[in-house]
């Protein structure tokens, strides 16, 4: 039985790993000094140029060709490097109370010695408002008996499955100018958060947008691995000090290089994927792929009476809420997360799709469902 | 041709990535809690059981089976966490000069927090003298002006090709106790050191001695990645906390698994290794072709002239003193790493064999020295 | 005109002064480490002693000869070195969100590497429920993708003025004994809460709840200076190689025993103040005064008209809610604090007495705002 | 008998204690942010102005009416604020060997964050050459595999009393300025050494030497207290934010401000201090007192044959090399310092001169030494 516990459960998609057993054998220096690592940073400033479709990049006098890409391993890591990179010691973040950093990182921003202060914005996007009320709260800055507010944190797609908008990026954007703050883009799901039908965002919007970001490889067909694109070239400089410093840098970084390239090189409909659109890279057909997943999980679901879910999720992730006995059956059928207990009687779900899911794996679901027999009232 | 300039020019041993391969499709919970890092784990610990020629595990009261054993990606992100769960504010780390953590790692154990105090010795293995007198100096950790010596920090084949012996390395241990000290051992190149001809310490003897080691798998065999074994479960307690909050925990965790559990759970001599001996695992053996290798360039260079060695190496990195002009012909026939500049007129190159390293790769330097013409007195 | 903005605008009471004239010739060893620091050690422990008026002391296990009393020269010094030293990386701390540590020290926590999560408790006071709130989303320390609560951090009295019980404080301690947390009470203004009226605790009790808690000197009658109380010897062992590396160590340490000296050698009534009770130490009854002066203050400004008290305080400091004119004006006349505005009308500003507000100070309040006219409605 | 163990034996000079006693009783806003603050603030930096003999700040471009003053309680606090504000994450330190921050201070520097390098130079003073060694090691911050050198840590008077001349400090500026790197001046003992024979610079020398430099008040007249000088406003930018954070913002600021008004608004001749010269503050005074009687003190010394003198120390330190019993005798007679034992049979004994000391002390070692009899061979 395919688990849909979360979007991290396989390996490589086939692509990524033929592309690592075919160069297996290639002797490259380390540290993502290869050349394999300079053709997936090239592919990654072009796939970002050719996706401004609304002329973003120009608007922000960003030259997409001088962009710096680096790679690192794992999602935490990305997210405390670039972070640590950006700030003075008592300079801090801003985030939603549901941000990963905020909550499931370890503490990790603080043990590089800066404060999350927290938004409160309840489904995991800062908005104006939220941001704007801890601004005012901390004074703009000009209190030294409090941190100083200096980075926004957020993610493209939210834990809940919320997506943010072009528009909402642009607006932070201005906030940002305005009040001296760096935006910094969590995209640990960025390719599922830009194929949701409700984000009008492009992979140019985000770079528009922030200071840093990172495009998530270990969740959408790569192995494993993150590239940060670091588009304020002041905040993020000496970027490999920091990087080195924290255990970030690979020494086998054509490992990395040799991932990226794949998910930039080769396009989604050459590698097969039934969701691809136009001539787009892998990568972004992946995302879209996992997302059509969700959303097909959605409605199987839901025609089985359980619509119960938690938030309007747009994304590869799903949340329902069970009565408890249910989810526990859901837990066993489907390897389901059992993510909250809200109340005594019932508990939040969460179903992932990733690049690996199949139509078969949804039609099972479907069946599974069937036997088990439709909802009727065992939803809170 | 062949590049001798690090052993992590490569990819993975194809027994490894056969495994990877394998293993793609299988969907594993994340984070290392999967079937494949238990496997792993209980190869390694196995190993180390069956290495336990001379009784040390025993005498040192430590039951093999309960050994904790974790899995990172990289080695400076093995070296951080561990010695960073291991000390208090104020307790620092001993290390010689050239000791990996206090040279080459951009201040990851500062930026922890923690002093790296030095010894005098010249070699990069820590004597006991030189401890010694660091903790004189520091009043054995009395005097609150100062930082309390807390962790030795050693590899068990230095940077510069020495080894420690098992009569050292129950030194040491018996050292630290005496005086409350950790033993941290930086296991980078461990498979080399134990390959040396000149260590006759086992995995046993290194786990005997220290509180925490690690196995590195990255310039040995890996794609990526290194073992921690935690021997002192106290100084290690709440491991993964740590792991999490440095960004350490790999998502898939599984890839590590399944790595470990090829290079521990195959035999050398199944894997065609050459210098395997008895049934002894795929890691051991491919130190001591690492090894084997480097001892045959030794004699290569040395019978062209070229023999005068900055040190006596006796593991997978050579050091060779020659004039520059010689250096840089070193550096464009073999890739040969340069590391350093004694003085203005000669130079120091590296060259490092690995597992990828064949017979034909020395044989074709020996052919190249050949028509470059003997050395006569090009070395200072 | 007297100011009533903070409690730490006068220098220090005559007594402490004159003790530092009188000893300013001696010479003394720093660091703490002379007589004056012996002896005032030794008086805290005696005025702790004499304070368990309910035998809390004996209960909890608490020998108050043995316990460990160290000197800092300010309030977030103490609280950083305190909770600097009972934390390991990933551990962290429980408060109110207005707790001082988490809003008013620049981050000197998180810059220690550690975060600070908060309950809802919306007066400043951690609620047992608040606390196990924080706890149970943090699977009570068993995940390590969360930080690990470890330490409760609270003031005896609140930013608002509110205190806490005898009985609230040892359920705190059963609590943390429990859940096996540490308990850090913040004593900045320690006196002044022992000698509210709704406050029945004493010395004896704070110590025999906290682990650690602070004696704060600075507001109330010393120069500067803060006694910390290390009741539990493990948490706080090499408490001093912390100070020293925070820069707490003060190396005329004997400023800082002589103060305390003082404070707690004289009794009030020798120093001649009113409100001494018994044979107090003067460092108990300049607390006394304090709040006495601030009651009586509260009820001048009620007998004017001003009632719109933001909080029930029974401390030094009252909280008074005016519209925007009157709270200039009271700015302009009293030297009142501005601290909030609550909407676009309104402003809520702090009056705080300290041992330096005499009786002709609230006299001369109420002559003034006989001048000003009572309030009719102009509050909001 | 009066006590040469060191320089913080006593509580204030009479005229600083004449001042806070004479303000003691007024109002003051917190934090340094007071009247009597700023008056310090204009004296310092008139005294700074009116000591540029030789145009050294005109030529350094620097106008000391915009230079930023700053007071902390202590001299580790003041170091680690001002290099902690100073560097990003992967910056380090360079210093002497025997540099108070790399051995005295508990790894204060590494708590936050940062490595300190060290020269080879044998007496506390770095060298240009051991700075450019240590720069050249780490290949001009070019390689980030090692922590950049950014900022070099240097006292003016070194532990061993040595001192720094004006062309060093301006060579070591000339070098700062070449290599992006910042100077630090350390001045505990700042008078001291700016009062020694052998110095020939100014506070303006030195104010035109650093990016921030601090001047010491503890060791030389104050009950406590440092002021920190920045003249690079960018590097210290923000300085308020970090002092807090560390806990050095002193709540009754007023303190420090008193006490620098006094040491720089009395001249020594109005406080009757006899090596007074023309106007100059009694703080340049207190120091020409204090190292006049320690040479006094190493003549006196050496007219009974103790003249193994350790260094060549023209400040209020003299080191002693003694053979042990003499040594314990001397500590017993004038609680001279016990520092060192080089070997078995011998031991350094350090003597300190302060304000303090007056000339019946000097006059009573003498005495004394007689009573001993001289010295034939004692020392080592």
Same mark, same amino acid.
């Given at each position: 039985m395919h688990s849909f516990r979360n979007d991290y459960m396989e390996g490589a998609h086939p692509c990524v790993l033929e592309a690592l057993v075919r160069t297996n054998a290639e002797q490259h220096p380390g540290y993502t000094e290869d050349s394999r690592c300079a053709a997936a940073r090239e592919r990654i400033r072009r796939a970002i140029a050719q996706s401004d479709r609304a002329g973003a990049l120009a608007r922000a006098g960003?030259?997409?060709?001088t962009l710096q890409v680096e790679f690192v391993a794992g999602g935490t890591m990305a997210n405390l490097v670039s972070i640590a990179t950006c700030l003075r010691p008592h300079e801090c973040v801003i985030a939603a109370p549901d941000g990963h950093v905020n %909550?499931?990182?370890?503490g990790a921003i603080e043990a590089c010695g800066h404060k999350v202060l927290v938004t409160a914005?309840?489904?995991g996007l800062p908005s104006i408002a939220g941001i704007d009320a801890v601004m005012k709260e901390h004074e703009y800055g000009g209190n030294f008996h409090m941190v100083k507010p200096r980075l926004v944190y957020m993610s493209l797609?939210?834990?809940?499955g919320l997506v943010c908008t072009a528009a909402h990026l642009a607006e932070l954007r201005a906030y940002a100018d305005e009040h001296g703050l760096l935006l910094f883009i969590d995209g640990a799901r960025l390719a599922c958060g830009l194929a949701s039908p409700r984000c009008d965002a492009t992979l140019a919007d985000v770079c528009a947008a922030a200071d840093i970001f990172t495009i998530g490889g270990t969740k959408n067909g790569a192995l494993f691995g993150e590239a940060i694109v670091i588009r304020n070239a002041d905040a993020g400089r000496e970027f490999r000090y920091v990087m080195k410093q924290k255990g970030a %840098?690979?020494?086998?970084?054509r490992l990395l290089g040799v991932q990226f390239d794949a998910l930039f090189g080769v396009t989604g409909a050459q590698a097969g %994927?039934?969701?691809?659109?136009?001539?787009?890279?892998l990568y972004l057909s992946l995302g879209r792929h996992s997302v059509a997943a969700a959303l097909k999980l959605r409605d199987v679901l839901a025609s089985h009476g359980?619509?119960?879910?938690?938030s309007d999720s747009s994304t590869n992730q799903q949340f329902l809420r069970l009565d408890n006995a249910t989810a526990e059956a859901f837990a066993r059928a489907f390897d389901a997360d059992i993510i909250a207990?809200?109340?005594?009687?019932s508990t939040v779900v969460r179903m992932t799709c990733s690049w690996a899911t199949s139509e078969d794996d949804i039609a099972a679901v479907d069946e599974q469902l069937s036997r088990m027999g439709d909802n009727a009232g065992r939803t809170a």
């Open positions: 960003v030259n997409p060709e %909550v499931h990182e370890t914005d309840p489904d797609a939210t834990e809940t %840098v690979c020494a086998k970084g %994927v039934a969701e691809a659109e136009g001539d787009e890279p359980f619509d119960a879910f938690e207990r809200p109340d005594d009687s």
